[in-house]
């Protein structure tokens, strides 16, 4: 049997990319393992080989498929990205992020632990269980602060508390019952394929449209950026070369207000369509109240990650400006994911007072 890998979430934004990346480089086939919500897409996997692509529907957290899965396939690696992870939603309706952040984390464990403990020299030796995190496990940080992989939890989201579980999971497994696990976590992603109710694409195809930009609050939240492709070559780094039972923060130190990002997006697609029909993109931003318990600065340091040999190599402007071809190239992928959310109200307002 040829080597493979199994990626969980891989029809999604982060997820897909990986799988991209990982087929292009020539490595081992991968199983994918999606569920298909609402913001993942065969469509995101159109791109890779078939032949050396296996996609199976379904749930993490059903213990039967996914041991079925493990026990026919006999992956290397199990990559974790299946996660609800819109921040608004989990203020809305937190189940969801439960069910799947948590329940499904601990299900897929379970199958994990199964499996390897069944494995033999050397494919036990080298197996591993790769979970991707997020910053916002970090919660809110003060200016000039930056967390590393020491720092304490302080999520302040349902979905941050979720993710932070998750990780606390994984880290449980590997101390308690020795499953040799990697977490990684990344500062927020832009690049292709990215579900359009997340601020890059929202600002991108709002700026193409001529329609009102949504800019919570007073837009001085401060995120710090990478481009996905970068993100996916760390946590194929911390892969190969990461110490079992470790996590490792993935960065490119780009910090940026949200007002500074929506700017910089205006820009380049004024840039690539300068003779657009619709107002000055100054005036395009359009001040909305800000979500209940909303983050104003994320930062991590990725020096941990980087002394494994990696580093970004896409800077914000060139990201930006891919990023900004990509959604004019594919109107067909946008407008088939835009027809799977119903409505277009706005998200994430439970909680916040009825004035707001």
């Known amino acids: ?28 086939r991968v199983v994918v393992l999606d569920k298909l919500t609402y913001a993942g897409s065969r469509e995101s996997l159109a791109e890779v080989d078939p032949q050396r692509l296996i996609f199976v529907q379904g749930d993490i957290a059903d213990r039967k498929l996914t041991g ?3 026990a026919q396939h006999s992956p290397q690696a199990i990559i974790h990205f299946a996660a609800e992870s819109h921040v608004d939603r989990s203020i809305d309706v937190p189940g969801p992020f439960i069910d799947t952040n948590i329940v499904g984390t601990w299900q897929l464990l379970e199958s994990a632990l199964d499996y390897w403990q069944k494995l033999e020299g050397e494919a036990s030796r080298k197996f591993r269980f790769l979970h991707a995190s997020t910053d916002e496990v970090y919660g809110d940080l003060p ?6 992989e020491q720092s304490p939890y302080r999520p302040n989201s349902p979905y941050a508390a979720a993710k932070a579980a998750g990780d606390h999971l994984v880290r449980s497994f590997h101390r ?11 500062s927020n992603n832009f690049g292709p394929y990215q579900f359009p109710e997340k601020l890059v694409p929202i600002v991108v195809l709002h700026a193409i449209e001529g329609n009102p930009i ?14 996905v492709e970068d993100h996916c070559a760390g946590m194929t780094r911390v892969l190969d070369r990461g110490s079992v039972g470790e996590t490792y923060a993935l960065a490119a130190s780009c910090e940026r207000t949200n007002l500074e990002m ?17 107002r000055p993109t100054g005036n395009l931003c359009h001040h909305v109240a800000d979500r209940p318990g909303h983050d104003r600065r994320y930062a991590l340091d990725a020096s941990k990650a980087r002394s ?14 891919e990023t900004v071809r990509w959604y004019r190239a594919n109107e067909a992928w946008v407008e088939s994911m835009r027809s799977r959310v119903e409505g277009s109200g706005r998200l994430g307002r439970r909680g916040a007072p009825d004035d707001a």
């Open 176 to 186: 308690t019952y020795g499953l040799p696990t990697l977490v990684t976590c990344s």
């Open 308 to 321: 494994l040999g990696w580093q970004p190599s896409i800077s914000m402007a060139d990201g930006i400006a």
């Open 262 to 278: 929506v700017e910089a997006l205006c820009q380049e697609v004024d840039r690539q369509i300068p003779n657009l029909p619709h």
């Open 143 to 148: 200016s000039g602060v930056v967390a590393n």
């Open 1 to 28: 049997m040829s080597p493979s890998i199994l990626v969980t979430g891989g029809a999604g934004f982060i997820g897909s990319q990986f799988v991209r990346q990982w087929l292009v480089s020539g490595r081992a």
């Open 214 to 227: 949504p800019v919570f609050g007073d837009g001085l939240q401060v995120r710090d950026w990478i481009h």
């Open 68 to 70: 079925q899965i493990l």
